[in-house]
């Protein structure tokens, strides 16, 4: 059985550097990548490049950061989960 973890992205936050996240997560056919006008998390949103990782937000200082960050959460966090 093949498990999909959902990846949330800000249309705002995406707008100041995140979108190469996202454009990088889209291959991937273990995740499901999706857009929202607002994720909720607008106090770390607005300072961070952030991602919502199966509700968790995932945050970095830099683009590259943030997909480093969302990788490793999945790696060492979330599948011992799944």
């Known amino acids: 059985m093949r ?3 959902n990846v949330g ?3 705002k936050n995406l707008a100041k550097g995140t979108e190469q996240v996202r454009q990088q997560l889209v291959k991937d ?3 499901e990548v999706m857009e929202y006008g ?3 998390n607008c106090g ?3 300072k961070y490049h952030v991602a919502v990782v199966e509700g968790k ?8 950061q943030l997909l480093e960050n969302i ?3 999945i790696d060492n ?3 011992d989960q799944l």
Request: glycine letters at 0%.
């Open 29 to 31: 056919p273990d995740l």
């Open 9 to 11: 992205f800000c249309v």
């Open 77 to 79: 966090v979330l599948i």
């Open 38 to 40: 607002c994720t909720s």
């Open 44 to 46: 770390i949103c607005r």
């Open 57 to 64: 937000p995932v945050k970095a200082d830099t683009p590259d």
């Open 71 to 73: 990788n490793e959460y």
């Open 3 to 5: 498990v999909t973890i």
